[in-house]
């Protein structure tokens, strides 16, 4: 791999382990050991930290070292409401123009999530439900806005992954995936609204998960 190649993989790579929470909230980061487990030179990984810091990914402390941020609260609350106010522009727009052909490739990404649920497999629902918000940005004709949602949603994702291997959960969340399927079909536009803000609010909602790690969030 080339020097940009290497940069944005082990960017990505480090990216992925704390938002997937391999890396811990309040884990402290060594440059030279993410180097050698890399098997990458040092400079990409400093490299890799200062992208991250700039996302609140990380916090750079001098003297002291790199440590993951742990997760604020009001830093989800705000990338929440921001989420929700593009995705329900989305739907304004996208149901006027929907077709059935459109609906049944939702309901085949909502069939593929249950089979995910059934087998445990909690990382391929995370993707399918990245396809299924995805889709209905591109379906509207806004693909973009999902670039936009994908930019401020960082932390949301860390509460996200958290919650999803909490029982019932998921079968939740399926349900509400279903239900805006169903406003979109029959062309509710107030239903479909208020299914989406129960849904990311639901996503979310991190009192079961703060119980659970208290120690990854600030207090």
Same mark, same amino acid.
């Given at each position: 791999?080339?020097?940009?190649?290497?940069?944005?993989?082990?960017?990505?790579?480090?990216?992925?382990?704390?938002?997937?929470? *391999?890396? #811990?909230?309040?884990?402290?980061?060594?440059?030279? @050991?993410?180097?050698?487990?890399?098997?990458?030179?040092? !400079?990409?990984?400093? #490299?890799?930290?200062?992208?991250?810091?700039?996302?609140?990914?990380?916090?750079?402390?001098?003297?002291?070292?790199?440590? +993951?941020?742990?997760?604020?609260?009001?830093?989800?609350?705000?990338? !929440?409401?921001?989420?929700?106010?593009?995705?329900?522009? +989305?739907?304004?727009?996208?149901?006027?123009?929907? %077709?059935?052909?459109?609906?049944?490739?939702?309901?085949?990404?909502?069939?593929?999530?249950?089979?995910?649920?059934? *087998?445990?497999?909690?990382?391929?629902?995370?993707?399918? @439900?990245?396809?299924?918000?995805?889709?209905?940005?591109?379906?509207?004709?806004?693909?973009? +806005?999902? @670039?936009?949602?994908?930019?401020?949603? +960082?932390?949301?994702?860390?509460? *996200?992954? /958290?919650?999803?291997?909490?029982?019932?959960?998921?079968?939740?969340?399926?349900?509400?995936?279903?239900?805006?399927?169903?406003? /979109?079909?029959?062309?509710?536009?107030?239903?479909? *609204?208020? %299914?989406?803000?129960?849904?990311?609010?639901?996503?979310?909602?991190?009192?079961?998960?703060? #119980?659970?790690?208290?120690?990854?969030?600030?207090?």
């Amino acid at each position: 791999m080339d020097a940009s190649n290497v940069k944005h993989s082990v960017y990505t790579e480090i990216r992925e382990a704390i938002i997937h929470a *391999r890396l #811990e909230p309040g884990q402290r980061l060594s440059e030279a @050991d993410l180097a050698v487990k890399m098997n990458v030179s040092r !400079t990409p990984v400093r #490299e890799a930290f200062i992208s991250l810091s700039k996302e609140g990914l990380v916090e750079i402390l001098p003297q002291r070292g790199t440590f +993951v941020t742990k997760i604020d609260l009001e830093d989800v609350r705000q990338s !929440t409401f921001i989420r929700e106010s593009l995705e329900i522009s +989305v739907l304004g727009e996208l149901i006027k123009k929907i %077709t059935p052909e459109q609906i049944a490739r939702l309901k085949e990404n909502v069939a593929e999530q249950e089979k995910s649920h059934q *087998r445990n497999d909690y990382i391929r629902f995370y993707e399918l @439900d990245e396809e299924f918000h995805r889709s209905l940005a591109e379906m509207s004709g806004h693909g973009k +806005v999902w @670039d936009i949602i994908k930019e401020i949603k +960082v932390q949301m994702d860390r509460v *996200r992954l /958290l919650s999803l291997p909490i029982p019932s959960r998921i079968a939740e969340l399926i349900r509400q995936h279903f239900a805006i399927i169903q406003a /979109l079909e029959e062309r509710n536009a107030d239903k479909a *609204r208020e %299914t989406m803000v129960l849904h990311l609010q639901y996503v979310t909602k991190p009192s079961e998960v703060q #119980e659970k790690y208290k120690d990854y969030f600030i207090t």
